[in-house]
């Protein structure tokens, strides 16, 4: 086989082809395997693609590789037959026979064309008739495939100024073909009289189009227009929304996407409410270097707002709310950011299901925060909004203000005297309008936070060091100081008598030992370790607690994860004191089946000093009833197991240290394939009267997912409360995906915390069409609707 490459020097524009070639004949046949490259051809249009491609190279050259190779002089054409592959800047076209009429400028091809555009677009066509910098042309029987798996087909296809192309009878999917039944319809499928792709706009304009589903019609577009496959973010409307509430009626929303330029968008929407009228929303987006930031606002004009049966739902005529996000990278380790809403009322938001800010309740929070290897800082402000039913005003006053809350914590990355050196800052300063107060069965009342201010300054500071024996025994003795600084500024009289205007200072060092000692046991089975560990933490007995709020150490569990913690209180507020020892055996298990095992047990006595756990001046009753207020604590235990074959069980619980009657117990199983998953749970906790609980609380959970055919699978999940007999919450659903449509359709319901013979159901419904946009629809079908 020969193989012939010619080089050009010409003018630019394909038409030189042959007029700088002087071979003194008028028709030359070239052998098999000839090969032209061609030097300085014609610049392209900056659009190129049918959706778009950089600019084109002005220095690019053209190979053109055949099984033959024929120049008419007389006829001013380039003929190539038999595997004729053209490549010139990014673009290849492979054919069985291509035509270059030089006086025309056109090129025409025929025999199973494909063209490879520089954007991965491939196009297949029959034949092909296009100008030689490839910008106008005709294309016959065509089919696109992009580098987004999406497909376009039609009968005909014309492309215009290398900016548009025209599909005559197109038909548009992102569905694969159907490998068994390549003739078989997709999924889903857009059939259009005309298709017009415009790579100026990046738009796919459909007219007289019909959509179908499983190949079947099912909605008339006469006008319809997206962005092209290649576009993240196009202007133009989203889907509707529709939906129903009591005191809304119908409803339809029609949102506006708006790309202001390419870090910034915005979101105008309109939503018609059938009893309230229009409400407008918007919201701003900006993308910048360091993070990005997002603004929102909506408001309305209530028609009826008698149609309310709950204030101020009721009251109010104008409503709306102003909301705000944002996040920024200062450097790799320091980022800044808030999350902000203000409303004209409180449950404005709610109400109208304003997204993201729907919820019962509502966290403003602005937070400056630091990671670095062996430091952690956080500053954060935190209000806590509640949207609910009439008690809402009152228990709005009830919630703390943080303003604001301090975490710095620091490990020495040097030794100090051969050990480890950790420090932690805290301070946090919190205010309210209304004391937080409740009165439990046992007539004890409790306060959850005082009517006025508090501020807390706290510096725990601990060095430890590990030294171990040559037989595997590890001891590891350890300072510590704590210090804290109160700042109590009470308003009126309903707090507890006992927190007076003062100021606090507070001081607890400790010593510590720990005490470890592994003991690995092997066997043709597998390998077991067993591990003793005990712990002592002197310190001196501390005074009452009855003249400092309680705001960060209220919940209290004592489990295993606590056991071995120097201070088993949940925050800075109160402190252990006294001679405490822990005690506990640590069991771990790896077996050669693929089972695994890991279990501890353990108690905690009060050897010296008042018992902190036990005193009755705390304001929350903090302690009590938690298994650590009598002298030897009640046991703890955990076990867990993996078998190896994707079944996992976990239970810990505590038991009473007299007769080992369960306190708490908690119990999950899971198990996961790729095929099937479910999971159950039991909880039970014993009666806390000084909590506010006279009776044993008990409930029982399960969950599940089952595949049950390609792309379908069904899910549901339930909680059940055993004291009571009630089903607390329960939900279930099915749903199908692959790889361009999704479908879930899920019923749910769920008790209302305040009321249990009121529940929440809702049934929600989401369609997705890959390139198209995703449908979803809420509706609640409450007996009673509170909105």
């Known amino acids: 086989m020969w193989r012939l490459c010619f080089a050009y020097l010409m003018r630019p524009g394909l038409a030189g082809i042959g007029r700088s070639l002087t071979l003194g004949v ?16 014609h610049a392209q249009s900056a659009d190129g693609g049918l959706f778009g491609r950089p600019a084109a190279n002005p ?75 490839f910008g106008n042309g ?50 889903w499928q857009i059939k259009a009289r005309t298709v017009v792709l415009d790579g ?75 009893k309230q009228g229009f409400m407008t929303d918007i919201e701003w987006r900006q993308q910048l270097d360091s993070g990005y930031y997002t603004l929102k606002a909506a408001g309305i004009r209530q028609n009826r707002r008698s149609e309310f049966t709950t204030t101020p739902d009721s009251l109010e005529t104008y409503r709306g709310m102003i909301a705000s996000t944002g996040k920024f990278n200062i450097n790799p380790r320091w980022s800044f950011g808030w999350d902000v809403m203000w409303q004209s009322d409180r449950t404005f938001s709610r109400s109208y299901r304003i997204a993201g800010y729907s919820n019962e309740f509502v966290t403003n929070e602005v937070y400056l925060r630091g990671l670095n290897d062996r430091s952690y800082f956080d500053l954060s402000a935190y209000q806590y909004l509640i949207q609910n039913t009439p008690t809402a005003l009152q228990q709005q006053d009830q919630q703390a203000q943080v303003h604001p809350i301090l975490d710095y914590d620091y490990v020495k990355s040097n030794p100090v005297f051969g050990g480890q050196l950790a420090y932690n ?109 005990a712990q002592i933490f002197v310190r001196p007995s501390l005074g009452s607690a009855s003249n400092l709020p309680n705001e960060d150490a209220q919940s209290l569990v004592f489990d295993t994860s606590t056991l071995f913690e120097r201070n088993k209180f949940s925050g800075y507020d109160r402190l252990e004191g006294g001679v405490r020892a822990n005690i506990g055996l640590r069991y771990s298990g790896l077996f050669n089946n693929g089972l695994s095992i890991s279990a501890l047990f353990g108690q905690s006595f009060n050897l010296a000093g008042a018992n902190p756990y ?48 369960v306190r708490r117990l908690e119990t999950s199983l899971r198990y996961s394939s790729s095929r099937f998953s479910a999971s159950a749970g039991y909880t039970f906790i014993g009666a806390q009267p000084d909590y506010g609980f006279a009776v044993d609380r008990q409930q029982a959970t399960i969950s599940g997912s089952v595949k049950f055919a390609e792309y379908w699978r069904a899910f549901g999940k339930a909680a059940y409360d055993i004291q009571n007999n009630e089903l ?20 749910s319901e769920n008790k209302n915390r305040y009321s249990s013979d009121v529940s929440n159901r809702k049934v929600l419904l989401r369609l997705g069409f890959r390139t198209l946009g995703e449908i979803e629809h809420s509706q609640d079908i409450s007996e009673a609707s509170l909105f």
Request: net charge negative.
């Open 26 to 41: 008028s028709l030359m046949a070239l052998s098999v395997g000839s090969a032209v490259t061609v030097s300085d051809a």
């Open 59 to 133: 220095d690019a050259q053209m190979l053109l590789q055949a099984d033959q190779l024929i120049y008419d002089n007389d006829a001013e054409k380039v003929i190539a037959t038999g595997k004729v592959q053209i490549d010139y800047d990014g673009y290849n076209l492979v054919a069985q026979r291509v035509t270059y009429d030089q006086k025309t400028k056109r090129i025409t091809a025929s025999g199973n064309v494909e063209i490879l555009e520089p954007n991965g677009n491939r196009i297949y066509a029959d034949t092909i008739d296009v100008t030689d910098d």
């Open 138 to 187: 005709f294309l016959n029987a065509l089919r696109v495939e992009t580098p987004e798996n999406t497909r376009f087909a039609a009968e005909s296809a014309e492309r215009f100024s290398g900016q548009k192309t025209v599909f005559n009878h197109g038909v548009y999917t992102a569905c694969k073909a159907c490998k068994e039944n390549p003739e078989k319809p997709p999924l």
């Open 200 to 274: 100026v706009e990046k738009t796919v304009t459909y007219r007289d189009a019909t959509f179908e589903l499983f190949g079947l019609p099912i909605a008339y577009l006469p006008y319809f227009k997206h962005a092209d496959p290649s576009v993240k973010r196009q202007s133009g409307f989203l889907v509707p929304q529709y939906g129903y509430r009591n005191a809304l009626g119908y409803s339809i929303r029609i949102p506006y996407f708006l790309v202001t330029s390419p870090s910034t968008d915005l979101t105008i929407a309109e939503t018609w409410y059938s």
């Open 425 to 533: 800052l805290n301070v946090t300063s919190i205010s309210r309008s209304d004391p937080n107060s409740v009165v439990p069965v046992s007539l004890d009342t409790r306060f959850h936070g005082i009517e006025g201010a508090s501020t807390r300054a706290s510096v725990d500071i601990e060095w430890k060091r590990t030294l171990t024996t040559s037989n595997g025994m590890s001891f590891t003795p350890s300072f510590s100081f704590e210090g804290s600084a109160f700042f109590i500024r009470p308003d009126g009289t309903a707090g507890p008598p006992t927190i007076v205007d003062d100021n606090v200072l507070r001081a607890m060092p400790a010593f510590g030992l720990e005490y470890r000692w592994p003991i690995l046991a092997t066997s043709a089975s597998g390998s077991q370790i067993f591990e003793p560990i």
């Open 614 to 661: 036990a005193r009755q001046d705390d304001a929350v009753n903090a302690g009590e009833e938690s298994g650590l207020e009598t002298t030897r604590s009640d046991y703890v235990a955990m076990i867990g197991l993996n078998t190896g074959n994707n079944f996992f069980y976990e239970a810990r619980g505590r038991f009473d240290e007299k007769d080992f009657t």
């Open 728 to 747: 607390v919450s329960h939900s279930f659903g099915v749903a199908y995906r692959d790889e361009c449509f999704s479908f879930s359709l899920s019923y």
